[in-house]
C-alpha cells in the first residue's frame, strides 16, 4: 500500500496534493540522466537531458524517463510528443522499491511550487473538526531570509488530501515571516484559527517591520485584512519574530486564566550566539489587547511554547540555544523555562542528553497512550541539520528519551502536531538540502 501510494505519488501528473519525498524523484532522475541518453540510438536523435522520471504516455501509462523537449509547456508533467525517452518500467519500480522508506512522508511543499524558489519555516496545527493547516514562509525568489517572503497556507481535511496553496499575506517586496496559528475558542464554545506574524525577518535594533495579526473564520480557507498589533510590545521586542510555534489557549474550566492565548517572540537575531530579547506575551479578551511579559532572556531564541496540565497549566518554552554544537558537549543543546502566571518560574534549565545544530524545533503537550502526561520534542539531532527525530519526556520535558528517527538525511525546522489520536510532524527536509521541501508525517 505504501510503495503503490510512493508510486503514484512519484509518476502521478496531477500537482500539488501529490508529491513524494524528493530523495525518490531525485533517484529516479538519476537512474534516467545515466542509463537513458548513453544509448546510441537516442544520441543520434539529438535527445537532451537530464533525462526525468514520469510514469506517462505515449499511449498507455508506463513508467520512462524523458528528455525535458518531449514533455509539456511549464510543468513539464507529461509526455506531450517526440520519440526522445526509453521506457524503464521495470528498473524504475525497483529503484523506487529501495526508496520506500519506514514512515511515509507527504510532501506539502516543495520548491517550484507555485512558481516560488523555496518554502520555509514549517507551523502546523488541527482545527477542531479535525482539518490539519500547514503554513509556510514562500519565498518567491530564494531560500534566503531576506526577499519577498508570502505566508501561506495549506489545508488537509480529515481523511482527506492537501489542498491547493492558498495566500495568507502576500507580502510587497517585504519577508513577512514566522505564521504561528492557534485555536482560539470563545465563552459559547465557537472557535477561530487566529495567526500571528511578523512583516521583517531578522530585525535589527534600527530596522523593524511589524507584528500582524490575522483571522480565519472558515478553518483557514479564508483570512481577515491583517491587524497591526505592534503598539503593545515593548521598544525592544517592536516587530519581532513569533515563535516559530504555535499559541496556546487556556482551556481549563475555572484556572484564573481560563481563556488566556499565549504566544511568544525574540528579536535580533546576533549572529553566533542565539541572542536578542525574548518575551511572551498573551491576551485574556481573545485578541483584542494584548500583554508582554517582562524580558525572559537572550541567550536562547526561537521558542515552541506548550500548557503543562501536570503543572497547573503553566506554560513551558523549548528554546534553539546555538550552543549544541555536539562536539562542545557543553549539554546547553536547548533550553527550557516554566512561565507561571506570565512571570519566568526559576531559571532557563537544560534537558541532558540532547543534540542540537542551533535550529528551531518544537514541543507539543498531550496524554500519552496510559492517559499520562507527556511532552513530545520534534528536532534535528545532527550532525548539522540533518536526522529528524521526535523524543518523548514524561518529566514535563525535564528528560527524554532517544524517541524515533523520522527522517535521516537533511532537515531542518520542524513542528509537532497534537492530532488527538495521533501526532505529526511538519519539517523541513531534502536530499541534498533541507530547504527543497517541507513533508508531513505521522509519528505516534
Ligand atoms: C533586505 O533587502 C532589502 C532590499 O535589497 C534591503 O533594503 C534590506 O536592507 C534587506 N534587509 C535586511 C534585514 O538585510
Ligand atoms: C494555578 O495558576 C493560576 C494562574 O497562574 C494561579 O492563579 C493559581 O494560584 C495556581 N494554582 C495553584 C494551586 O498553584
Not at 2 to 18: D, G, I, M
Not at 291 to 301: R, W, Y
Request: contains cysteine; glycine residues 12%; aromatic residues 8%.
Amino acid at each position: 500500500m505504501k510503495l503503490a501510494s510512493a508510486l503514484v505519488a512519484l509518476f502521478s501528473a496531477s500537482p500539488a496534493s501529490s508529491y513524494s519525498p524528493p530523495s525518490c524523484q531525485a533517484v529516479a532522475d538519476d537512474y534516467c540522466a545515466k542509463n537513458c541518453l548513453d544509448s546510441a540510438s537516442l544520441q543520434a536523435r539529438s535527445c537532451d537531458g537530464p533525462m526525468v522520471a514520469l510514469e506517462s504516455g505515449p499511449g498507455e501509462s508506463k513508467r520512462r524517463c524523458y528528455s525535458p523537449s518531449t514533455l509539456s509547456g511549464g510543468d513539464a508533467t507529461a509526455y506531450e510528443a517526440g520519440d526522445c525517452y526509453c521506457t524503464r518500467d521495470a528498473e524504475l519500480s525497483s529503484l523506487l522499491k529501495q526508496c520506500e522508506r519506514d514512515m511515509e512522508i507527504e510532501t506539502v511543499f516543495a520548491a517550484g511550487m507555485d512558481n516560488a524558489a523555496c518554502y520555509r519555516i514549517p507551523s502546523i496545527i488541527m482545527t477542531p473538526d479535525g482539518a490539519l493547516l500547514a503554513f509556510a514562509e514562500q519565498r518567491e525568489k530564494d531560500c534566503g531570509d531576506n526577499g519577498t517572503n508570502n505566508i501561506v497556507v495549506r489545508r488537509k481535511e480529515k481523511g482527506g488530501v492537501w489542498g491547493e496553496i492558498r495566500m495568507v499575506a502576500k507580502a510587497d517586496g517585504q519577508a513577512y515571516s514566522n505564521a504561528n496559528p492557534a485555536i482560539v475558542y470563545d465563552a459559547a464554545g465557537g472557535w477561530s484559527v487566529l495567526l500571528h506574524y511578523d512583516t521583517m525577518n531578522n530585525p535589527s535594533s534600527s530596522r523593524v517591520g511589524a507584528n500582524m495579526q490575522t483571522w480565519s473564520e472558515d478553518g483557514g480557507k479564508t483570512w481577515s485584512e491583517a491587524a497591526d498589533i505592534t503598539g503593545f510590545m515593548p521598544d525592544a521586542s517592536k516587530g519581532c519574530m513569533p515563535g516559530p510555534s504555535i499559541g496556546v489557549q487556556n482551556n481549563v474550566p475555572g484556572h484564573a486564566e481560563e481563556g488566556r492565548v499565549y504566544f511568544n517572540c525574540h528579536s535580533g537575531n546576533a549572529g553566533g550566539n542565539a541572542g536578542g530579547n525574548h518575551i511572551a506575551y498573551w491576551s485574556d479578551d481573545l485578541g483584542a489587547t494584548w500583554e508582554a511579559s517582562e524580558p525572559l532572556g537572550s541567550n536562547f531564541n526561537e521558542c515552541s511554547i506548550a500548557l503543562l496540565p501536570s503543572s497547573n497549566s503553566s506554560l513551558l518554552l523549548n528554546c534553539r540555544t546555538n550552543a549544541g554544537d555536539p562536539d562542545l558537549d557543553d549539554g546547553k543543546a536547548r533550553a527550557e523555562m516554566l512561565l507561571e502566571g506570565g512571570s519566568l518560574a526559576g531559571d532557563a534549565f537544560y534537558p541532558a542528553g540532547l543534540d542540537d545544530p542551533g535550529c528551531a524545533g518544537s514541543i507539543v503537550s498531550r496524554k500519552g497512550a496510559e492517559g499520562e502526561d507527556v511532552v513530545l520534542l520534534s528536532n534535528a539531532v545532527g550532525p548539522g541539520r540533518s536526522n529528524l527525530r521526535v523524543k518523548t519526556s514524561v518529566d514535563s520535558g525535564r528528560t527524554f528519551d532517544d524517541g524515533v528517527l523520522v527522517w535521516d538525511g537533511p532537515a531542518a525546522y520542524s513542528m509537532l502536531v497534537d492530532g488527538g489520536d495521533f501526532v505529526g510532524v511538519f519539517f523541513e527536509l531534502g536530499a541534498d538540502s533541507p530547504y527543497e521541501s517541507m513533508g508531513f508525517a505521522v509519528v505516534a
